[in-house]
């Protein structure tokens, strides 16, 4: 019987079981490779399907792109010109005909990201959202779209899942302080269980790791009708100018920033040095017996460089956090009896 079992014991017939493994475990590993592919193919398309809009592109501009020899890097670059110029519908068919061409996971994950992105600047945040998580699954580390879900969910209130997502970017070694201090601050001003004075102290708290939040806390207070001459923990002077300059009774006059504003305003009678064009000319025109002169406020972003008539705490366009400036203009008192109704 040993005759049958020889060839166990035959160094060659163990070789060519080994190489017969390895064989067949190349042959399965490729097989699923191409399932998986075929697979993922089928997926992505199904995918598409759900934000195709026959609205934006012609079929002949679609079909030309579909068929021309474009890679997805140009087709993003075409895409990004449409953004750019705020034709977000052609924009989405654009990086929509550029998914359907990507092939490998790279490609995919940036024609994705820019998808999601031009869905959230046109407004459409569940599109937007279900574009990031898609993303997300492809490359978990996929830092610009876990960015972009978190300010989805502070749009949406979700302030929650904007922390678990901010989590998420802290693990990837990203500096998060700022974003979950405001995002924090936000569950304060919105729970209903707490006083003013409650929720001013919690977001002064929090104002160590984002200086705005002083900013938030003082316009709390003047918001429920309280006056800041309580006020324990005032914001610098260069956050909350426009603020202070509608205040019609001095506060904070230790800080020579503050005092100087209402010396300017003609509000406090001591003397003090004031620093700043605008103020000094209005506190001359004061001087001088002309109280028509006023200032109005303009708020620039320092990322880029865009201007707003509004405060904003996040960039309306860059999304940068704490990124306002806020300018100053010498303007004339307008008279609301003789304005042209």
């Not at 994705?112 to 031009?118: D, N, Q």
């Not at 100087?260 to 003397?271: H, I, N, T």
Request: charged share 25%; aromatic share 12%; with cysteine.
């Amino acid at each position: 019987m040993d005759i049958f079992f020889i060839g166990h014991r035959d160094p060659i017939f163990g070789v060519i079981v080994l190489f017969g493994i390895i064989f067949m475990v190349a042959f399965l590993s490729y097989a699923w490779g191409l399932f998986r592919s075929k697979d993922e193919k089928r997926r992505i398309e199904k995918f598409i399907k759900k934000f195709e809009n026959k609205s934006s592109l012609s079929d002949e501009h679609i079909n030309l792109l579909k068929n021309l020899d474009v890679n997805t890097a140009t087709l993003g670059v075409l895409g990004t010109m449409f953004v750019k110029s705020g034709d977000f519908e052609k924009a989405i068919s654009v990086y929509l005909i550029a998914l359907s061409k990507a092939k490998i996971k790279e490609e995919k994950e940036f024609v994705l990201t820019e998808l999601g992105s031009a869905y959230f600047k046109a407004g459409f945040l569940q599109n937007s959202t279900e574009i990031f998580l898609k993303a997300v699954e492809i490359s978990p580390r996929n830092a610009v779209a876990l960015r972009y879900l978190t300010m989805i969910d502070e749009k949406l209130k979700r302030f929650d899942d904007a922390l678990n997502t901010l989590n998420s970017l802290n693990e990837l070694g990203l500096d998060t302080r700022e974003a979950k201090a405001y995002v924090r601050a936000n569950i304060i001003l919105n729970d209903k269980n707490l006083s003013v004075e409650q929720k001013s102290d919690e977001i002064l708290a929090l104002s160590g790791d984002f200086r705005l939040l002083k900013r938030m806390a003082m316009q709390l207070w003047l918001k429920n009708g309280l006056s800041l001459e309580n006020f324990r923990d005032f914001a610098d002077f260069s956050d909350v100018v426009d603020i202070l300059y509608h205040q019609n009774k001095p506060v904070n006059l230790a800080n020579s920033d503050y005092k100087a504003l209402f010396y300017a305003k003609g509000l406090v009678d001591e003397p003090c040095k004031i620093n700043g064009f605008e103020l000094n000319v209005i506190r001359n025109l004061k001087t001088a017996g002309f109280d028509r002169a006023d200032l109005s406020f303009n708020y620039v972003c320092n990322s880029c460089k865009n201007a707003f008539p509004m405060h904003f705490y996040r960039c309306p366009v860059c999304f940068s956090l704490g990124s306002v400036k806020i300018t100053l203009t010498i303007t004339e008192k307008t008279d609301e009896n003789s304005m042209p109704f």
